[in-house]
């Protein structure tokens, strides 16, 4: 089971999932976008580590970036 922390991690990243994400359309230059991914590396990984992984994965997703699939491994 998750601990209560990483609960509500992944809760906000659903929240930002609903909500703010189709505001900003298809952004993200990775498959899985950088939501999923973070939430897949938290639940695979823990808070701290998927969070890291997560953040790690945010800072790569920019314009000079070319993208493509990178599922969590």
Same mark, same amino acid.
């Given at each position: 089971m998750f601990s209560l922390p990483a609960k509500l991690g992944?809760?906000?990243i659903r929240l930002?999932?609903?909500?703010v994400s189709p505001?900003? /359309?298809n952004v993200c230059r990775f498959s899985p976008?950088?939501?999923?991914?973070?939430y $897949?590396?938290?639940v695979k990984y823990g808070l701290v580590k998927g969070g890291i992984m /997560?953040?790690?994965?945010i800072c790569r997703c920019n314009p000079?970036?070319?993208?493509? $699939?990178d599922p969590v491994k």
């Open positions: 992944l809760a906000l930002y999932q609903k909500w505001l900003l /359309g976008s950088c939501s999923h991914y973070t $897949d590396a938290i /997560g953040f790690w994965r000079f970036s070319e993208g493509g $699939d």
